[in-house]
């Protein structure tokens, strides 16, 4: 069964850039996930995410174990800002593995992570995203 919610932690309007990137024609998008440093929260998982896990539950303490790393994604801001001072603001990241691409969307200290298929136009799913992260 898919999970749907609305926004609870960020500021810029998570439901639109959720709503945004599922209507996109870059791919499918799997899981979105809005999150600060202290907290996260799931947004939407479609059947195939929630069957990965055995329930609810077993999700959740994944995306927690996750979530424990997510300094990385805002250190990272930073040491890209200083290194390409002149390449102007980081925005996202893009992690391309052997059966899902993973993107992080940062906005000062909150984040929005979600997933499509390798195959995917990612750039047609960051851009529609980030018409929603002022």
């Known amino acids: 069964m898919a999970v749907s919610d609305g926004s609870t932690l960020v500021e810029f ?5 959720v ?6 024609d870059g791919g ?3 899981l979105c996930v809005e999150y600060t440093p202290e907290e996260f ?3 939407y998982a479609d059947e195939v995410t929630t069957a990965l896990y055995g329930d609810r539950e077993a999700m959740a303490d994944h995306f ?4 424990s790393y997510v300094h990385v994604d805002f250190t990272e801001k930073d040491l890209f800002s200083e290194i390409f001072r002149a390449a102007g603001e980081v925005r996202s990241f893009v992690t391309y593995m052997d059966h899902v691409v ?3 969307f940062l906005v000062d200290q909150e984040g929005l992570f ?5 195959g995917a136009d990612v750039t047609a799913l960051v851009e529609a995203v980030e018409a929603h992260l002022d």
């Open 28 to 30: 499918p998008v799997h």
């Open 13 to 17: 309007d998570a439901d639109a850039a």
């Open 64 to 67: 927690g174990e996750v979530h």
């Open 114 to 118: 979600l997933t499509t298929d390798p």
């Open 19 to 24: 709503s945004a990137a599922r209507e996109c």
């Open 102 to 104: 993973l993107v992080r």
């Open 41 to 43: 929260h799931t947004l």
